[in-house]
């Protein structure tokens, strides 16, 4: 372990955010890293715990606890508090194939579940976990190391976010070469289109995508599989196909008005910021007219999730006049409930960057909770200018049982709305993809695969990430990447040391 006493002598101390009003008035990371000395001391409140379920990643009452990814967390924070910084990047890379990412945009289930948390602050993992990685840059361990030996098997992978990279990086690392395909003009997926700047740098991205090549990797942007791309010519021209295209259905709010303008989904608003922010570089092939701008506008976002509050961050940062979150669920407690023990992932109130800023520029939170949109109010030239909202209660559907939000009639009210944001999530992967392979689509229209298993009712078709699993994290995508790898390579090698 670090040190025995380290945790009862040591304080948690994590990287420094930038005050709201200084970081709104950019789009860059704004937490500053603690210098190595300091990072290591870091280290030393680990507990190196009998049971330690900060890498467990088991289901607890339908959450996770700790890291889907098993990640070796106890080792290489011992590691770090040693000073032995390559070998703690040996370790963490066991495991991860992007501590750069989830160091970054990982809401921490490794933390969560820290028995060090049980009674006080948890060890801070992820920036731990975000130090080994930048040092292992900045010192040269992160280069690329290129297979030695090929083994004459190709595989393509449709789609660049966190499932398809990391399926990607590990059946290259196994000698097959591997051709990632991706729609947009960059690569990353969501992480490059659908997390904003100022959490995840687009840099950072491109300095992995470009190991990758290094080490082998060939990446096709701008090349829409199923469309531009046919699914045939892919099963031909390759050994094996993985479809890594994510969950990109937006779940819509049917309500009276939905056609006015100035209502968009929630993605769509987040990519073309970023785009916007990246048209510097011709590549991004950003057009003007694809802006979508909240400056001077009074936004409602209508989902309270991660999602929601990028876009409360990106709207402050535009300059918006006012932004209102609307949230169906009651507001989470405080503090753990007595039903919600640890190490169960903690069902409390997170105040996020987002609606920090807001509070800060507007005076509030603006989440509102318990609370959606009945109808969409417009002009007559059906500009959207506002929304008619409704509370809601927890009630329990007679038919099923199952605990359901209701309307409570008499609670409509009007807010002035110049944009609406819907952030409600996402239903599962695109029909004209699945319809080109002819996979069949399960109950929730994900990818279906065999229990257990990453093949497809297709031959040679196999299916990660989101688009198998259903909207979720990063570092779950991550897992089914190098999941669905090891079933490829043993499919193709009749073994798999992955």
């Not at 990047?89 to 049980?118: D, I, M, Q």
């Not at 809601?392 to 009210?413: F, N, Y």
């Not at 040679?460 to 779950?476: E, K, T």
């Not at 669905?484 to 009749?494: H, I, K, M």
């Amino acid at each position: 372990m670090g040190k025995p006493t380290g945790f009862m002598e040591y304080d948690r101390e994590d990287a420094r955010a930038a005050a709201p009003r200084e970081r709104i008035a950019h789009y860059h990371e704004f937490h500053t890293p603690l210098p190595r000395e300091r990072q290591q001391v870091q280290g030393a409140r680990c507990m190196n715990c009998g049971v330690p379920f900060c890498q467990a990643g088991v289901e607890i009452m339908g959450m996770t606890s700790g890291c889907p990814l098993n990640n070796l967390v106890p080792e290489w924070n011992d590691l770090v508090y040693h000073g032995n910084w390559e070998q703690a990047y040996a370790r963490l890379k066991k495991t991860n194939n992007f501590p750069e990412f989830t160091g970054r945009v990982c809401p921490s289930l490794c933390e969560a579940a820290c028995t060090c948390g049980h009674w006080e602050d948890p060890v801070t993992c992820k920036a731990n976990e975000l130090g080994i990685i930048e040092n292992a840059y900045e010192q040269g361990y992160a280069a690329a190391v290129p297979p030695r030996v090929r083994t004459g098997k190709k595989i393509a992978v449709v789609g660049s976010g966190p499932a398809g990279l990391a399926a990607a990086d590990q059946l290259n690392k196994r000698g097959h070469s591997v051709t990632v395909f991706e729609r947009d003009d960059r690569i990353g997926g969501l992480l490059m289109y659908g997390i904003p700047n100022m959490k995840l740098e687009k840099w950072v991205i491109d300095r992995k995508a470009d190991v990758m090549r290094e080490e082998g990797v060939v990446f096709q942007t701008g090349v829409n599989v199923g469309k531009d791309k046919k699914a045939a010519a892919l099963l031909k021209e390759y050994d094996c196909v993985i479809l890594a295209c994510g969950a990109k259905q937006p779940r819509d709010i049917k309500a009276p008005g939905r056609e006015a303008k100035g209502i968009c989904f929630a993605v769509d608003y987040l990519k073309a910021a970023t785009r916007h922010l990246l048209s510097a570089d011709k590549k991004s092939g950003t057009k003007e007219e694809d802006f979508i701008s909240a400056k001077k506008k009074k936004v409602v976002i209508i989902g309270g999730g991660d999602t929601g509050n990028d876009c409360v961050g990106t709207a402050i940062r535009q300059g918006c006049a006012a932004v209102v979150q609307l949230e169906m669920m009651p507001k989470p407690p405080d503090a753990r409930a007595k039903d919600n023990p640890w190490p169960e992932w903690p069902k409390v109130l997170k105040t996020d960057y987002g609606q920090e800023e807001a509070i800060a520029v507007f005076g509030r939170d603006p989440r509102v909770y318990q609370t959606t949109v009945k109808e969409f109010l417009k002009d007559k030239n059906d500009r959207l200018t506002g929304v008619v909202t409704v509370k809601l209660e927890q009630k329990k559907d007679e038919k099923t049982g199952r605990t359901v939000m209701a309307e409570i009639a008499g609670s409509e009210e009007r807010l002035d709305a110049d944009l609406v944001l819907i952030a409600a999530g996402f239903l599962g992967t695109e029909k004209y993809v699945a319809d080109a392979f002819g996979v069949k689509p399960d109950a929730r229209t994900n990818i279906e695969t065999a229990e257990g298993s990453y093949a497809t009712n297709v031959k040679n078709v196999f299916a990660a990430g989101d688009a198998r699993r259903g909207q979720s994290l990063v570092v779950w995508a991550i897992r089914e990447g190098r999941e669905v790898a090891r079933e490829v390579d043993a499919s193709l090698t009749g073994y798999s040391y992955l």
